[in-house]
């Protein structure tokens, strides 16, 4: 799973073309979403054009959920598309207490793809060692309940600084945002590469993922 990146880009080479691959060189792609998507008709998206999976915010912190999630699940199932749950991490609380909060709320069953932590930058991030090792904490927990790793999502920038030493792309798979060209070099499994994709069926820019593989390893990634 973790050599796809690399023997994509490696092809490319090969063929003799020096550019970095592009969002449109892969053939899966699928959207994140969460309360900040006010109107999402999953029917229209699905007829008009169809992602191959999306991941849904599902909470954030110890308390908060997500008042959009049980919605958005409800008509992914029905529109029969890949989905999966997010979890924003808090700075200021523990790790653990966050995955059981994520537990109780995102219900996840055989099918929906690995849960996923969402790590960013944020003023409450105080002590950086601190976070990191709630972080661990948060994985420990969803390991112990779901019997896997969580994907992780951050940034180019936040992973390189704070993140590469302790979550390897050998042991996790990584999620990585950039905006700005490929981060091919991390040995990311997903690539988020814009905020303001535009989607029929979904009201404003919606981020857009792409996949660096094929459906059968999409869904080495489902529970």
Not at 113 to 122: C, G, K, M, Q
Request: proline share 4%; glycine share 6%.
């Amino acid at each position: 799973m973790k050599r796809i990146v690399a023997i994509l880009f490696c092809a490319v080479v090969l063929a003799g073309c020096s550019r970095e691959l592009q969002p449109s060189d892969y053939e899966l792609w699928g959207v994140d979403v969460s309360k900040h998507q006010k109107r999402v008709d999953w029917e229209a998206v699905a007829e008009e054009n169809r992602p191959d999976f999306v991941f849904l915010k599902a909470t954030e912190g110890t308390l908060i959920t997500d008042p959009s999630y049980a919605r958005h699940a409800k008509a992914l199932d029905e529109a029969g598309i890949l989905w999966g749950a997010y979890h924003f991490f808090g700075h200021r609380t523990s790790g653990k207490a966050q995955a059981r909060n994520f537990i109780r709320t995102a219900k996840l069953k055989k099918g929906n793809l690995f849960p996923v932590l969402d790590i960013e930058r944020h003023r409450f991030m105080k002590d950086p060692r601190r976070s990191v090792r709630e972080a661990k904490a948060f994985c420990r927990e969803i390991r112990r309940y779901y019997g896997v790793n969580p994907i992780i999502y951050c940034s180019t920038k936040f992973y390189e600084h704070y993140l590469q030493e302790d979550f390897p792309a050998d042991e996790y798979t990584l999620w990585i945002a950039d905006y700005t060209k490929n981060p091919f070099h991390l040995d990311w499994v997903f690539w988020q590469h814009t905020d303001s994709h535009s989607l029929a069926g979904i009201r404003g820019g919606v981020d857009r993922n792409v996949f660096a593989g094929d459906l059968a390893e999409l869904k080495k990634l489902t529970l």
